[in-house]
């Protein structure tokens, strides 16, 4: 076995023998040195022990375990809630949709209001394009801003992504990628997106670098009833009268109660609905109990 042999002589001024730090530092007694530098000064002389020292000392910091903190991609959707139910009508989560339609010689604003609202009533498309009324009616070729639908916000947040991808089946259907403002790994970016969607059972998938949350939810249209029952003073029904409901809207439903005085009502746009009967004036009949 061959033996590293060092020199003791070197001074203050002497070049460092490097070969001996190379072999010294592989030398499990390293420790007793760098506890002891009297020790490696009187083995080695000051100018090669005052390397050897150094080297020792960079090669302890780097032989030292690191501790690196890992930041995941994240995802996560707050809005709809899993398995929750959610109503079209206008709220913070629920909005109109609109498109805008531009009028046809063959057309009418009236025929355009029962096309996008089911009710052909021109103020339901006046109502949302100032200047113009039934004083007032759009010509042909003005575009017009007419009520389309709905959406629906879906809301939630990510962290370590550069961005999200929304993606959404059920009556209706799409995808969306949302871009995102650059954040550190430990911070969160809230984000947020409104689609189209009609009544029925949807799915959400959102992802964001590899991470994935998901969500299902119902969307119903709302209907709100009346059920009408008309009777005299002697609690005797009233039967077969006309009555008319005109709706927050400004649409009017007309029918008649039935042989026992009764009719029941029901529909998307019946919320602060009035009603009235043809036959009687309104001083002569009054709102009775309501079960």
């Known amino acids: 076995m061959s033996t590293t042999k060092f020199s003791s002589s070197g001074g203050a001024n002497a070049t460092p023998d490097y070969s001996a730090s190379e072999h010294f530092l592989s030398d499990s007694n390293q420790a007793n040195f760098l506890a002891n530098p009297a020790l490696l000064n009187s083995q080695y002389g000051e100018g090669q022990a005052k390397y050897i020292a150094q080297s020792m000392q960079q090669n302890s910091r780097a032989l030292k375990p690191t501790v690196v903190e890992v930041h995941l991609p994240a995802v996560c959707i707050y809005k709809p809630i899993l398995q929750s139910t959610v109503l079209l009508k206008a709220s913070h989560q629920v909005r109109q949709n609109f498109s805008n339609h531009l009028l046809q010689a063959s057309e009418t ?62 009556p209706t259907s799409g995808q969306v990628t949302l871009q995102l403002d650059k954040k550190r790994p430990d911070e969160v970016s809230f984000w947020q997106h409104f689609f189209a969607v009609k009544p029925g059972l949807y799915n959400v998938i959102v992802t964001a670098s590899g991470a994935v949350d998901t969500t299902t939810f119902t969307v119903e249209q709302p209907a709100l009833g009346y059920e009408i029952e008309l009777r005299d003073e002697a609690g005797e029904p009233q039967a077969n009268m006309g009555y008319k409901i005109r709706l927050r809207n400004g649409h009017v439903i007309t029918g008649q109660l039935d042989k026992n005085g009764y009719a029941n009502v029901s529909g998307p746009d019946f919320e602060n609905a009035k009603v009235s009967f043809f036959e009687l004036a309104d001083h002569d009949w009054s709102v009775g109990n309501i079960t």
Request: aromatic residues 12%; without cysteine; positive net charge.
């Open 109 to 170: 604003v009236e025929q355009l209001a029962e096309q996008y609202t089911g009710y052909k009533n021109a103020n339901l498309i006046y109502d949302y394009n100032l200047g113009f009324s039934n004083r007032k009616p759009a010509k042909p070729g003005t575009s017009l801003r007419v009520p389309d639908g709905w959406k629906l916000n879906i809301e939630g947040s990510s962290s370590n992504s550069r961005s999200v991808v929304i993606k959404w089946q059920g």
